[in-house]
């Protein structure tokens, strides 16, 4: 069922997207900077609602087990790198937690949205969007184009994993192929920045 009527009004959402790594924190700081509009973030608000004390930290504990807690945080928050190890090896807890998550996330970017109803152009900034299907949060869909290889590379040094490791999370996701059918906007971030803010710049 479509969320739309729960959206006060006609903003501009646009809802960023592109594969892991691909540069869409780079390009969403740029924006934010460039045009000065709020910017939804929705793994941020996946952080928050798996904070200490919460209902859905508990049912992580409950499905997981203490030992998906950090041990060396000084609040007894959730290990992310351990949950994200988790649910990128097994899909069974991948579908367990984006059960649980993504439902949540959306009634959050919604509130968001009627919160800042007075702006008048909004960046969400939705790494699953496709996947998750987010797709009827916004009015049109920028997509972040990196190629594999690059994307690859930066997925292990941030995340010091190897290649093959990064090749299964990669997989994971809808290929750019498939997004782009469904993307209004490409944006290139290859090696020359200069591509993509040149199309941001023609945008706004």
Request: hydrophobic share 35%; net charge positive; glycine share 4%.
């Amino acid at each position: 069922m479509s969320i739309q009527p729960k959206l006060k009004n006609k903003q501009r959402r646009i809802g960023l997207t592109g594969g892991i790594a691909s540069g869409k924190s780079t390009i969403a700081n740029y924006i934010k900077k460039y045009k000065d509009i709020p910017i939804l973030d929705a793994d941020q608000y996946s952080k928050e609602l798996i904070k200490p004390k919460s209902n859905n930290y508990e049912k992580i504990l409950a499905h997981f087990g203490p030992q998906i807690v950090d041990k060396y945080s000084s609040g007894n928050e959730i290990n992310k790198a351990l949950l994200k190890k988790i649910i990128f090896e097994k899909s069974i807890h991948r579908t367990w937690i984006q059960n649980l998550l993504h439902p949540l996330i959306k009634e959050k970017m919604i509130e968001k949205c009627n919160q800042f109803e007075e702006n008048k152009i909004l960046l969400l900034v939705i790494p699953l969007l496709f996947e998750a299907k987010f797709t009827d949060l916004c009015t049109e869909i920028w997509l972040v184009k990196c190629p594999r290889e690059i994307q690859k590379k930066r997925l292990m040094k941030r995340n010091k994993i190897g290649n093959n490791a990064a090749d299964k999370i990669i997989n994971l996701q809808l290929s750019f192929e498939e997004k782009s059918k469904f993307s209004d906007v490409i944006l290139d971030n290859s090696d020359d920045q200069k591509l993509w803010i040149n199309t941001i710049q023609k945008l706004f």
